[in-house]
T-cell receptor, first 114, second 113 residues
């Protein structure tokens, strides 16, 4: 069975500072990995995903994540955050071989201080 | 960009009443899912649906829950007799055969009073 661990429930950072949201997963099969963002009182939006190929994936708003198979990690990073990045971020995993369910981590609340 | 559409966005129902949550998946997708997020908690998988039958379900998806694809476009989640603890945001999702196009709807907030 797959599982996802997000060690940090809350991450406060100052605006324009770098941030890393940590995610580790466990799975006995190859996986797809995702980061979803949930802004206050809104639904889930896909931020980025790793399916295959390059282990570094990027989003259009400056976030990036790197798939590290040896460390079973998929940490999310941004070199300089904005107030508008304030949201809940969920790491998620699914089996890589079929259209299977997605298992979510418990989420990390990113709060940006001016 | 294609979207998964959910209606209503917010529904209030009395305990013990039946409720149907509706979803219109992306038209060429073959796999359909329901997830639940209780306020302040993580998103939990409920059920997956393929080829007009349930392919997988979680422990949460007990006999009170059912899913249906009544026509070629809608995908519904029915809760037969709602309980207070069913209050949550319910997300529908759909994906293509390879799982690449996994897309979530904006959710229905169900409040049971």
């Amino acid at each position: 069975a797959q599982s996802v661990t997000q060690l940090d429930s809350q991450v406060p950072v100052f605006e324009e500072a770098p941030v890393e949201l940590r995610c580790n997963y466990s799975s006995s099969v190859s996986v797809y990995l995702f980061w979803y963002v949930q802004y206050p009182n809104q639904g889930l939006q896909l931020l980025l995903k790793y399916l295959s190929g390059s282990t570094l994936v990027e989003s259009i708003n400056g976030f990036e994540a790197e798939f590290n198979k040896s460390q079973t990690s998929f940490h999310l990073r941004k070199p300089s955050v904005h107030i508008s990045d304030t949201a809940e971020y969920f790491c998620a995993v699914s089996e890589g071989s079929s259209a299977s369910k997605i298992i979510f981590g418990s989420g990390t609340r990113l709060s940006i201080r001016p | 960009e294609p979207e998964v559409t959910q209606t209503p966005s917010h529904q209030v129902t009395q305990m013990g009443q039946e409720v149907i949550l509706r979803c219109v998946p992306i038209s060429n997708h073959l796999y359909f899912y329901w997830y639940r997020q209780i306020l302040g908690q993580k998103v939990e998988f409920l059920v997956s649906f393929y080829n007009n039958e349930i392919s997988e379900k979680s422990e949460i998806f007990d006999d009170q829950f059912s899913v249906e694809r009544p026509d070629g476009s809608n995908f519904t989640l029915k809760i037969r007799s709602t309980k207070l603890e069913d209050s949550a945001m319910y997300f529908c999702a759909s994906s293509d055969a390879a799982g690449y196009g996994y897309t979530f709807g904006s959710g229905t907030r169900l409040t049971v009073v």
